[in-house]
């Protein structure tokens, strides 16, 4: 093959677009968990020091507690849709709670949903990533949704995105992070969906919710419904 042959060859491999597979995401956002960034990030400490000023009230008040936190990853953390999810005192079931950035109609949505304590190990259901031990990340490609949850995400704009990056956001990904209270002991979780860039949101913004998990799972250990 002369030399003219093979720079058509690679300006055709250069031109051909990459295909990016969901291992390729997984991949991506585990190194980069692995080996986040140490850096403070002081508009983060702030609003985690107004968050834990709730503490300082003779009664918590949950349900406005875990609206703040939303709202700080919503702002901070500058995600688009963040949702919080909590096992309800009075029968045991997981239902969402809180969001921040959701359209109503979406949000009304996810509030008719409810889930056991089952739900939430059965991977067979939803599919989805491990990517550390409190999340799970979930890809549009995997279809990662039951029919009763089709009205949570636009599934139309999600078949015409395409993913050019690993850390590109497609509608209808979402992430978990798990809120442990006691022995472990599921009590709630964070849901996200993309940064208002369009990514996935990035480790450190991962490491920042799990860390929040730990102070929410305080306010849930002992929540009556109130």
Known sequence: MDIMSLEINATKSASRPQVISPQDVVRKLRFDYTYAS???TDRMLDGLSELLDHFRKPRVHVTAFLQDAAKLIHKHL???EVSIGVRSPSDG???YLVMAGMREFVWSEHKSLSYTK???GDFTKWGGFTISELTR???FEE???LESEKGTFDAQMGLRMKRKTPDAYIEGDYLDVYIQGRN???VGWIETGGTWDGKLPDAQAIKWMEFLSSILAVALMDWDGR
């Open 93 to 95: 079931m997981y239902r």
């Open 143 to 145: 279809k990662p949704y």
């Open 78 to 80: 500058r995600i688009k």
């Open 184 to 186: 472990k002991e599921f």
């Open 118 to 120: 089952e739900d939430f």
């Open 38 to 40: 140490k850096e403070s």
């Open 137 to 139: 990340l979930f890809l």
